[in-house]
Every structure is written in structure tokens, then in C-alpha cells.
């Protein structure tokens, strides 16, 4: 068994908020404290709405395809710069290809850049974060590496690394997959400092509380440790982090995309329909305007569904 | 004090030489060759000599002592000689360009100015406006107020940059022809009428980087205000019978300014990297420009040395803003 975390013993020192030291009323019978999570998760009214909405993107892209049935790269030249037809609803670019397909395809790039690149980031930085925090010899070396990443300039260096190496790698794994591994792990690679910093401050606190102690007298061997007790009790901060490095992720994929060092030209995504529509962005805005909305919605989505679980997740605030 | 800053700055250039290294790696890992332009019909002699011209005869760890000694003696030295006229770096080899085959820092110099206007101008200007809001948005916790101002940073600092700008132009640019959507760096300003539209193609590039900058600072300043708001001497100075203008403006607000002024101090690198974009979108040709042409045409020294000064800018005002949050706060002691 895990050990559930004693919540009230970190807010006992807390003077400020001496409501969420008691205990509760009345408790319902069956509390757990991801029904306590998600209680107050729902009372956080911006992020509710952020999740459904959140949901409807996510729906929109993956579903979306399977109804709306026109191939995003078909070519009809014949229909191109349409406006919003019933044939489609959306428009066509400037080789006619529908802008509804389009953005649909786009998105499921965009999220899929996101969720890989931020899933990437949090595991290097959970590992980093908990080995430096449980083992004290590790602390500092892998401190210093992380102090390191944090000074390196990383828009440029990410420009850097995608275009030197879009060539070899879109040889090797075929120009879609090999651009998408290079810009997820590149991604990936630049952003994990954050999350390490925070896991490793919780893991060292972690540390000296008593079932720590409890677990090590009976033996515990250093994996089982980790995996056991160090690992659950710090999944909060981990999914906080995780939630809004998705949209740092988001960002960065279309910023490079606008730059013309993302994905090809053939292979949309939602940075990469801005871009193209920026040079006919004075006859046709509002193909520069879908994508835009998208990345914004999803993103401020994704932000407030971070900070409601911020919110959630503080057994400080949770309860008030 | 001293000691700390000391310290750090002997700890810096390890971690600069570091940097650098990686940099200067990943550039020699890439399969890009500069003379990939040069058309087949150049005999392979011919080609091997102009490798040896710009340099690349050489092996890697020769050429990165060579560019470091070119970066930290010749460069200062050459600056030195500009500004008191002696002769020290005569005959010796500055970073040159493979694009324009002229010094790396001349061009640079060229490309600051316009990159320090516009940057520098939306940093201060994002300043402006995010603390008066963060201020009163933590005074009146949860009012209307508060609610539209947290709601509309949220957005700012959800909108790339590239997506704000793009609108602006389209508005104010395109549909409302209020201001240039090309940012125009030959300009001088002479008199009234070029200062008029000196301004006028600023507007757009500094609201854009004003707006994402004051989105972030000023929900640094609403929870920095916020912690300070609940603190004991804060009734403390209410129970003295001080106005409410004195207890908010000057105990409470400068508490809070401590932590905010390491942050502005934090970012201002960033903006730099940040403003990369919004060069592109207003085609302003600064920094950003300069780095992107450079990776495209693979130009080794000046993307070397431009994603170094990034390196080096970082590394400064992390350091400026630890002593400063030092400085600003007497509790806290490096020592």
C-alpha cells in the first residue's frame, strides 16, 4: 500500500489558515483524495470551464476527422481561396485545400507535439528531480547540470538544433515522424528544468517525515522506496508542472512553425497554417485567424486547468 | 555581499566556457557545410583551399581555443584600440562572418540599436502597466476589477506573440491603415514629422511585447501583494491610524517590489530570445532577424556568437537579480 498523506500535518505550522488544520465536519463515506481533488477542481469555475472546453478541442480534432471525411492535403485548384461555402464551411487555401480538414489535422499535430514533448520534460525532470533529492551524492552534480540548461539560451539553441538536424533525421524516420521526434525531443530536452527544481524540493522534504523513516526501518530497498512512497506524494507538483508545460509546448511547436523550421509544408499544423496565411493574411484573415484562436484557446484552456489544479491539489487552499 | 558576488561571477565563467562548448558542438555535430552553395564545377583543390580561408582546415578543438581567444582578447582589444586609438590588435584575426566576410561585431553592433528600441521600449512600457494593475487587482481581491484583470492576463500570456501581432497588423495595419506593419530601421529621426513616424511603426511591436510582458509581471505583482497584504505589520500600521494610501502605496508596495524586481530582472533575457518572433512578424531586422538569417545561410561564427551573448545575458542578470534581491532584502543572506 501506498501511504496516503498525512495532509493536516503540513498546514499545522500554517497560522494563516488554521480552517484546513481541522478536520473535517462531516466527511462523506467514502473519501479519497482524488475525490477531494476533484471537489475542489469543480469549484474553481474558470477551470471547469477550461476543462470542457479543453474537451471539445480535443474531440474536435480526434473526432472531428471521422465526420468531416475531406482529405486535409487533397489539392482542388479549381476551389481555391473559397470563402465559407457549405461545400466548405471554413474556406479553401490557395490550393484549395479544406481549411476545416485542415485545422482538424493541425490540431491533432499541435496536441500531439504538446502532450509527447511535455510527457518527455516531466519524466527527465521527475528522474532528475528525484534522484537528486533522495540521493544526497547526486544532489549537487546533477543541481549544477540543472543550473546549467537553465542558463542556455533556448529559442536559439531549439532554432539551432531543428535545423541542423531536420535533414539526417527526416532520412531516416521519413520527413513527418523524423521532424516530429526532433522537434518533441528537442522540446523535451530544453524544458525539463522547471519540473526538476520542484520535485527535488518536495522529494528533500519528503524525506524526513516519519512513514520515510517507518518504511526505512522495515528494510526498504531504494527502488521500492521510490516507486512506493517518494513517487505518489509527489504527484501533485508533477501534475501541475506536467499540465502547463502542454501549453509552454504548445507554443513553442507553432513558434517554430511560424519561424519555417517546423514541420514540412504538406504536414499541417496549427503554427504552420498561420504561417502560410500570413503572406495572403490581407485578402484572407480569416485563415490567419482560425489557426491563432486555436492555439490561444487551447493553451489559456490548458493554463486555467493548471491553475485550478494548483488550487486543488494545496490541501492549504482545498476546503475553504 | 562582496564575497557572494564574487563568487558567482568566478562560478560564471566555467559555466559560460561550458555553454559555449555545447553551442560550438552542436555545430560542429551538423551535417550543413557552409560552402554547400558552391556550385560542383569548383575543382575539389580549389574547394579545399576555400575551407582552409574561412577556416575549417583545422580540427574542431583547435578552432574552438581560436574562437574563444578570438571572442575574449581580440574582440576587446580591437574595441579597446576604436575607442583610444592605439594599435594593440593590429594583424590579428577578428570573428568574421562567412555570410557578409565582415566582423561578427560590427554587424552586430549595426543590428543593436533597433533590437534595444523596441525591446527595451515594450519591457518598460509592460512594466508600466503591469504594477499598477497588479496593485490594485491584490487591494480589491476578487472584485470585478481583479476578476477581468486576471482573466486578461491569463489570455495575454496565452497568445503567442506571433498570433497578437498578426491581428494587429490585420486591424490596425490593414483594415484601419492607423500604423506601418513594417517596422522601417532606415529611418532617422530628424525632426518632428520622422520622430512622428518613428513612433507610429513602434506602436505595433511594442504593444505586443508590452502586453505579454506586463500579462506575466503583473500576476507576479497581484501574489506578491497578496502575500504582503495578510502580514501582521500591515495591521499593524492600519492600528497606527496611517491612511490607507500611505499603508498600500508605501509599506505594503515596497515589500512587494522585492520579489517583482528580481523577476523583471529575471526576464529580461528572455525577451531578447522572445523578441526573435515579433522581429520576424514586424520585420524589424535586429537580433532575432540577424540570428535566423544566420542559421538558415550557416554562418557558423555568427550564430556561435550571437546564441553566446543570449548565453552570456542570462547568466548577468540572473546573477544582477540575486544581488539585487539581496540588496532590496535584508534578510536574506548569502554568506
Redo the contacts between chains.
Sequence with gaps: MTEPVDRTTLTAGNA?TPAAASPPVAPAPNRSQWGDVWRQFRSHR?AMVALVLFVGIILFVSVGPLIWRIDPTYVDIRARNQGFTLAHPLGTDQLGRDMLARLMAGGQVSIAVGLTAMAIAIFIGSLIGVSAGYFRRLDGPLMRVT??F????????L???V???R??LSQTFGAAFGIFLLIVSAIGATSWMQAARIVRGEVLGLKEREFILAARSIGTPSHRMILRHILPNVLSPIMVAATLGI?TAI?TE??LS??GLGFPPDFPTWGRL?YDA?DQ??LY?SR??FP?VL??LT??CV??IG?GLRDAMDPRIRGR | MLNFTIRRLLLAIPTLLFISLVIFLLLEASPGDPLGDVPLTVPPEVRDRMRAALGLGEPWFVRYVLWLKQFFWVEPLHWFDQVFGTGFSDGMQRIISFQSRSAVFDVIAQRVPQTLTVVGMSYVVGILIAIPIGILSAYKQYSWFDQIGTFVSMIGFSMPTFFTGVVLIIIFGVNLQWFPSVYDTTLQVRDWDSFMAQVRQMVMPVTVLALYNAAQISRFMRSSMLDNLGQDYVRTARAKGLSERVVVLKHVLRNSLIPVVTVIALGLPTVFGGAIITEQVFKVNGLGQLLITAIHGNDIPMVLTLTFIFAILIVVFTLIADILYGVLDPRIRYD
Design positions: 494563516a474558470g543550473e546549467l537553465l542558463a542556455l539560451p533556448l529559442l536559439p539553441l532554432l539551432l538544433m535545423t541542423l538536424f535533414e539526417p501549453a507554443i507553432s513558434a511560424f519561424l498561420l500570413v493574411m490581407v484573415p490567419v485567424v491563432g492555439i490561444s493553451v489559456l493554463n486555467y491553475d
